[in-house]
Nanobody
Framework: VQLQASGGGLVQAGGSLRLSCATS????????MGWFRQAPGKEREFVAA????????DYVDSVKGRFTISRDNARNTVYLQMNSLKPEDTAVYYC?????????????????WGQGTQVTVSS
């Protein structure tokens, strides 16, 4: 399974971006999907996750009400809509796939990772 993240960029505080993660292979519809991020000098942290059916989602508290994770199983793609962006959202964002189909926060549960896309929010 290969994951390709895109959609990052430079945006002013208060702006919006939509990240996409396109996947190859036939396992997407059975996989839970997650987004993580890593800022310079910090550990990679959980951002959002969605179960394989899309019926269950989870978010880190700092993005609740601003970010929305969704998926299109017909397009083998997961999205992260990011609104009201803040400078502290600046990081490299990674998508990941959990072969067990869960919406999990656990880094070690994910089996496949994308290469990351840079999001920079200016103040």
């Amino acid at each position: 399974v290969q994951l390709q993240a895109s959609g990052g960029g430079l945006v002013q505080a208060g702006g919006s971006l939509r990240l996409s993660c396109a996947t190859s292979g036939r396992t997407f519809s059975r996989s839970g999907m997650g987004w993580f991020r890593q800022a310079p000098g910090k550990e990679r942290e959980f951002v959002a996750a969605i179960s394989r059916s899309g019926g269950s989602t989870d978010y880190v508290d700092s993005v609740k009400g601003r970010f929305t994770i969704s998926r299109d199983n017909a397009r083998n793609t997961v999205y992260l809509q990011m609104n009201s962006l803040k400078p502290e959202d600046t990081a490299v964002y990674y998508c990941a796939a959990d072969a067990d189909g869960r919406a999990t926060r656990l880094y070690r549960s994910y089996d496949f990772w994308g290469q990351g896309t840079q999001v920079t929010v200016s103040s």
